[in-house]
């Protein structure tokens, strides 16, 4: 029975001890710890509930995973209504909202102004009873919305609980939403994996949380920032007031400035729309709130809006423009992209004369066609899109676009497996698959060549300067200076990127190499566990699968990637030049436990995380479940089925003294 009530108190101080950093980590950007000591924390936690699963409490920490997919969506009235704002185009428009608002307060109140920044995402209300998160919901029409708590409380900057004695019942709103460099890179993940891409952050936010799946929702970057209270608002004396208050119960507060009068709100939002690009994911506007709750009351609302708030909208990132053409871009995964050629355009300061198209059902669905009349949109550097065809400017001289059956460059069958969105060239020496694996190489994400972009890699290639990415690492100055645009110190600073490259870690190597299916977060994964060596030689579908985040497709893709002569090969190659095949995350690999997995279970001398600690210090990796790739597990007291699994599989079972000795 103490036992128990032991491990229910580590239990419930590890979740504190998590919630604590999530909080410094998601809300409050400033860590404290390192990722593998996080890690370790939540691996402890993980660990002891799955052997107590009776203590497992639905606030948990560890609950963020998601639980069984739903039949469909329940239902929310919201007790206070979620409302919409009044729209402000021009800033002639905000002056005369000022006027109506002091002509409505008398002459004698002067009203103050909060401004935010308008988010493009999706609007959604928590609840919180006693300080525990008890439900979530989507506005919905404003007076029922959808119940997404499962899915809400995925997201790691929700918080199961507040700080700083909340009220009885809070119901915090604001908008979920996912950044744009979130949105690129999960968009190039699905790509690779021949998954359909979302248009925009907002689509890809909203349908990440209208997911009857919450595990899925779980694997989603979204981010939540919060702007209002609807239950539980009435105690806050100014919205500003309200706002400092969210903050302090541990929520992440969307940012905020107090003004004087509305010029300086005029000239926030002019600030605002210049530098809207500046901000790393989509707004549309700047909303203005009139400050004092007593003047909010009794300006009051109109139909579903406030008469005390306005949106000062930007002018949209969107523009009308003829589609000219249709053009195959074939990507360095082999897929073949449709791509807009468009009339010129300027979009928001920037001349647009291409944009995605996605794949062929994007076009069927959206129904464009050559010749059309269509809506461009971008957002921040994410490459411009076709949104839709304006049907009503048709002249009937348009055309159908029908996806070649072979490939444009080097003319071999293409193929679309069933299932599939993408169309792909498989010809593994398509020489568009060399350039644009080089393109990708030398990208900023992978081995970051500063100079190496697009444009200078394709006349390389097409100087047969270099035909795969080794080539890259044997240019000489020599070689580039006198091509058109080089110069002496140019075709230098250039060499010295491309040396420069060869100390990024192992991770954006694997990254670099273009395996399918592998983004940039599984190349960390994978690293953290293999090196370039092990790869090659003895990794297999089961061993990789274990990784926490590598499904077994991911994990045959590697497999089959390393069996290839030909990517045998450029890897041989790539090693000799000097490039990082070293496994990452300071695990030496020749430590006394190198590439030994070690699970850990029951209760020890010591907390779990000092163990994980010293094994990783060995060049050990610490595993949750116990298997027969498993090389020895460390049971301490009560170390339950872990341990009897240990004995069916005949692991060799370890004690504290056990595991010293082995450390030595
Ligand atoms: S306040 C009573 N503040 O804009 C006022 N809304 O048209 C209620 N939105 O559905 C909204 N950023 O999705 C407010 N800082 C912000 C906002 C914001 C985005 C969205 C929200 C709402 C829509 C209103």
Redesign the pocket.
């Known amino acids: 029975m103490t036992e128990k009530r032991d491990v229910r108190g580590r239990i419930e101080a590890l979740r504190e001890q998590v919630r604590y950093h999530n909080r410094r980590y998601h809300i409050e950007d400033a860590p404290e710890i390192s990722d593998p000591e996080y890690d370790a924390l939540v691996g402890e936690l993980e660990a002891l509930e799955a052997e107590h699963p009776e203590l497992v409490t639905p606030d948990s920490p560890t609950q963020r995973v998601g639980g069984e997919p739903m039949e469909g969506f329940e239902e929310i009235r919201h007790a206070v209504p979620?409302?919409?704002?009044a729209n402000a185009r021009r800033t002639e428009d905000l002056r005369e909202w000022d006027a109506r608002v002091r002509r409505l307060l008398g002459e004698d109140e002067e009203p103050r102004y909060v401004t935010?920044?308008?988010?493009?995402?999706?609007?959604v209300s928590l609840r919180y009873e006693g300080g525990r998160l008890v439900r979530g919901a989507t506005?919905g029409n404003?007076t029922v919305g959808e119940d997404v708590s499962a899915q809400l409380r995925t997201i790691r900057s929700v918080p199961d609980r507040l700080d700083d004695d909340p009220p009885a019942v809070l119901e915090p709103?604001?908008?979920a939403y996912i950044a744009l460099a979130d949105f690129e890179r999960l968009n190039e993940e699905l790509e690779a994996e021949g998954k359909k891409t979302f248009a925009n952050p907002r689509n890809l936010a909203a349908g990440s949380i209208r997911q009857l799946d919450p595990k899925v929702t779980a694997r989603r970057p979204l981010t939540i920032?919060l702007?209002?209270v609807g239950e539980g608002g009435e105690i806050f004396e100014s919205h500003s007031g309200m706002l400092a208050a969210l903050k302090g119960y541990g929520l992440r507060v969307?940012p905020y400035e107090v003004h004087e009068g509305i010029e300086s709100v005029v000239a926030e939002c002019e600030r605002w729309a210049r530098e809207r690009e500046s901000v790393g994911y989509q707004i549309d506007g700047v909303?203005v709130?009139v400050d004092s709750r007593e003047q909010q009351l009794a300006l009051g609302s109109v139909a579903k809006?406030?008469r005390w708030?306005i949106?000062y909208k930007f002018e949209p990132l969107a523009g009308r423009t003829k589609l000219l053409d249709i053009i195959i871009n074939v990507g360095r995964t082999g897929a073949l992209t449709p791509q807009a050629v468009l009339e010129p355009v300027n979009v928001g300061g920037v001349t647009i004369s291409k944009a995605t198209l996605h794949n062929e059902d994007y076009v069927r669905e959206k129904g464009i066609l050559i010749g059309d009349t269509v809506v461009i949109e971008r957002a921040g550097d994410v490459i411009p899109q076709v949104v839709k065809a304006i049907v009503e400017d048709r002249n009937g001289g348009e055309r159908e676009f029908v996806m070649p059956s072979r490939c444009p460059v080097c003319d071999e069958p293409v193929s679309r497996p069933p299932g599939e969105a993408v169309t792909r060239c498989v010809n593994a020496r398509c020489p568009a698959l060399a350039l644009e694996h080089i393109i990708h190489w030398a990208s900023k994400s992978a081995m970051d060549i500063d100079g190496l972009g697009e444009k200078l890699a394709r006349r390389l290639f097409d100087l047969g300067l270099i035909k795969d990415v080794a080539d890259v690492y044997e240019l000489q100055a020599e070689q580039l200076v006198p091509l058109e645009g080089f110069g002496e110190k140019s075709a230098e600073n250039l060499v010295r990127a491309i040396e420069k490259s060869k100390e990024q870690p192992f991770s954006r190597v694997l990254y670099a190499l273009g395996v399918r299916h592998v983004g940039s977060v599984t190349a960390e994964l994978v690293a953290s566990r293999f090196s370039g060596e092990d790869l090659m030689q003895s990794a297999t579908v089961e061993g990789l699968a274990e990784i926490k985040g590598v499904g077994e497709v991911v994990a045959r893709a590697i497999v089959e990637y390393f069996s290839l002569e030909d990517n045998q090969n450029l890897v041989g190659r790539l090693m000799e030049i000097g490039l990082n095949f070293e496994r990452e995350a300071g695990r030496p690999a020749d430590g006394p436990l190198a590439g030994k997995r070690v699970v850990i279970t029951g209760t020890l001398e010591r907390p779990r995380s000092f163990y994980v600690e010293q094994l990783e210090g060995a060049g050990g990796t610490f595993t949750s479940s116990v298997s027969k790739n498993t090389d020895y597990v460390l049971a301490g007291e009560e170390a339950g089925s872990k341990l009897e699994r240990a004995r069916e599989l005949d692991v060799p079972v370890l004690d504290e003294a056990g595991f010293e000795e082995l450390l030595s």
């Open positions: 979620m409302l919409s704002l935010e920044l308008k988010i493009d995402g999706l609007a506005r404003g709103r604001g908008e920032l702007y209002g969307n909303v709130k809006s406030p708030a949106a």
